[in-house]
């Protein structure tokens, strides 16, 4: 009787009660309040990205489609390695919530 007591106050103390801890931690990211688009996307990158984004705008269309391209669409578009790199890695940090274009002050 003892040891049933035992094993059973020792299951009870292993298993975990609550679980609402886990719905706090999310893979997805959450989308930003304010409007990003192609131009402001490459235009926070900078490093001469800033030359593509006609080209990009029409091929791709929206930044939707362009977070989810890959290099070989990029290549095709004649965009050179070292910023296909740059605006993959850019992307990617996008998509994890880790980095976002700065909003710029417009002039007057």
Known sequence: MAW????FH???ILTPHATTGLAR????STPYLEKVGIPEFL??????????VAKIESEIGDIQKLLVTRTLRLKKLGIPVKQRKLILKYTHK???GLWRPLARPMKS
């Not at 049933?4 to 094993?7: A, E, G, P």
């Not at 931690?25 to 997805?28: P, V, Y």
């Not at 235009?43 to 593509?52: C, F, M, S, T, V």
């Open 25 to 28: 931690f999310s893979t997805k």
């Open 43 to 52: 235009n926070g990158i900078g490093k001469g990205l800033e030359a593509h």
């Open 4 to 7: 049933r007591q035992i094993l």
């Open 10 to 12: 020792t299951r009870a």
């Open 94 to 96: 996008y998509r994890l």
